[in-house]
């Protein structure tokens, strides 16, 4: 049996290849056959052909963008996602900058931990793992301090799942003058961040999340103006997204050994994001995923961190039940056991868990994700699924 055999069959949703689990995390993820079969060949990194396939990336990106007037470009990293943000923070974020955070979650924190890293001045909104920031409250903090000059903000806030409203703190920051930089790392290619809708300066996001790549790589999309004007800001060799973008632009090649091979599985998962409809009929699976999902799990007794309305389509944040009988790590290793690897929580006060909704998987695979979920509960001796009462109250009076 050659290689072929063993990973290449299908079209669909087929399970993951050779006994995998499927990945409910977000990103990693489950990739399609195709991404993973992409992978199987070595590229030169200078030769025309990879240049070709660097382009090619940038390009299709831009589009899922929105860019019709050519005001963007688009600039890839190699790392994780996180090594983009850091580079985008540490590039447009001038010395003399002042930026404020919109902090609610883990990935808020960590860009005020990188802030802190590169010594770049900035104040806070920190709304705790509840609550999104909204634009009466950003519009007053600008209002309130004239030294700001830029403002960041999480897209889909990945620690807990919520939503946050990009459009209205978007509006509220341009008329305030101010430029708005995005992570929307776990939501880009999915939920719409048009550049003719929203106003931002620069946004960031990674190859293994919505578009459902392979890790290995981040990219920024960001004007043009400002990717000019960031020259001699960074603090770093490697992360200079303006000598990135000169190169690129230059030469058409990465400055540094580009991963050949992710790049390749990225194109692949590109056309299949194209062929599936693009970011509307993607969010629609990942909405429809949520959905079945959610109503399961609920049935079950499990309830979610978050109101309907700041659910994300990515992914959701439950509580661990009150039930004595119930361990994390149990209920993880028997989800396992039957496919299905789960995501532990990242809240800063209660104890819970997530479920990614995003990856190469339909509403199907989460029906089947309940089913395992619901048979996992009755070998651990749990007939309920309820919270306690003190992460209910807890969650009531931070939202209230
Ligand atoms: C995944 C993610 C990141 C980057 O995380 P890495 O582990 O560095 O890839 C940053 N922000 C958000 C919101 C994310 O979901």
Known sequence: MSIEDVILPSAGFPPPEMGEPYLLTPGPLTTAAEVKHAMLKDWGSWDADFREMTASVSAQLLAIAGDKNSEFDCVPMQGSGTFSVEAMLGSFLSKDSKTLVLV???????????????GRAHAVIDKGDYMPPRGDEVAAALAADTAITHVVLVHCETSSGI??????????????????????????GALPLDVNTIRYEAMV???????EGVPGFGFIIARKSELEAAKGNSHSLSLDVHQQWVNFKKTGQWRFTPPTHVVAAFLEALRLHEAEGGAPARLTRYTRNRDVMVSGMRELGFETLLKDRWLSPIIVTFFNPAHPNFSFNRFYELMK?????IYP?????????????IGRMDEHVMRRVVAAAKETLAEMNVDNAY??????????????
Do not use: H, W
Not at 104 to 117: H, P
Not at 205 to 211: L, P, Q, R, V, W
Not at 337 to 341: E, L, N, Y
Not at 389 to 395: G, I
């Open 337 to 341: 056991a039957r496919g299905f690897i």
């Open 104 to 118: 609610n979650g883990a990935y808020g924190k960590r860009i005020v931990d990188t802030l802190q890293y590169l």
């Open 205 to 211: 996001s990674s190859a293994n999340k919505c578009i």
């Open 387 to 400: 919270p306690p009462e003190a992460a209910l109250k807890e969650r009531a009076r931070l939202a209230a």
């Open 345 to 357: 929580g990242k809240l800063t006060i209660v104890d819970s868990f997530r479920i990614g909704c």
């Open 163 to 188: 939503l946050n409203p990009v459009q209205e703190i978007a509006d509220v920051v341009a008329f305030a003058g101010r430029k708005l930089l995005i992570d929307s790392m776990s939501a880009f």
